[in-house]
């Protein structure tokens, strides 16, 4: 069954370093979007993305947050500077068209120290 | 705006018993509501959705949930529960109108299954 995939699974970082995730979502998805998860508790929206732009963005996704899909099958979530309370599970998801539920991927463990 | 509540922050149940797992939602329009399970360590998992049709839905394991559009509702039940249930739960609402196509998720609430 096909599913996607996040890279790395824990990155290490020390405060004011860029930092990108990686992610490789499911072949035929069209819609992309990336979460945040601190301690295991709620699953925060950062972005959603789709035919090559955001389509939609919260308020914690500043201007130190940029999104790309440089290929055909990556989708990457940059953080220019972070901060401590960037500490977080991120999660990358993605959609099919006319389905409406998402794909997962494992999540990378960002630790800002 | 778009907004989940999930009122109980764990559910104990013993092994056996059905159990239910709340889940308010709020938003403009139709929403489009969904379930997903976690565990440890691991990324979400889809366990059913309501889009349109029946109210009531089966997803996987089991589970089936119950719209509700009068009370804003959408609980997720199960007949038995088992030990492997033993997890945390996410309701999330979608919207249908412009702007409100992002995926909001509830605080989560964790099952816990007592054999």
């Known amino acids: 069954e096909p599913e996607v995939t996040q890279t790395p699974s824990h990155q290490v970082t020390q405060m004011g370093q860029e930092v990108i995730l990686r992610c490789v979502p499911i072949s035929n998805h069209l819609y992309f979007y990336w979460y945040r998860q601190i301690l295991g508790q709620k699953v925060e929206f950062l972005v959603s993305?789709?035919?090559?732009?955001?389509?939609?963005k919260s308020e914690i996704f500043d201007d130190q947050f940029s999104v790309e899909r440089p290929d055909g099958s990556n989708f990457t979530l940059k953080i220019r500077s972070t901060k401590l309370e960037d500490s977080a599970m991120y999660f990358c998801?993605?959609?099919?068209?006319?389905?409406?539920?998402?794909?997962f991927g494992p999540g990378t463990r960002l630790t800002v120290t | 705006a778009q907004s989940v509540a999930q009122p109980e922050d764990q559910v104990n149940v013993a092994e056996g018993n059905p159990l239910t797992v709340k889940c308010t939602y709020s938003v403009s329009g139709n929403p489009y509501l969904f379930w997903y399970v976690q565990y440890p360590n691991r990324g979400l998992q889809f366990l059913l959705k309501?889009?349109?049709?029946?109210?009531l839905v089966k997803g996987s394991y089991g589970f089936e949930a119950e719209f509700n559009k009068s009370q804003t509702s959408f609980h997720l039940k199960k007949p038995s529960a088992l030990v492997s249930d033993s997890a945390l739960y996410f309701c999330a609402v979608r919207g249908t109108t412009s702007g409100t196509y992002k995926y909001i998720f509830g605080t989560g609430t964790r099952l816990k299954v007592l054999a």
């Open positions: 309501y889009i349109t049709g029946d109210n």
């Open positions: 998801a993605s959609t099919w068209t006319g389905t409406y539920e998402q794909y």
């Open positions: 993305f789709y035919n090559n732009e955001i389509s939609e």
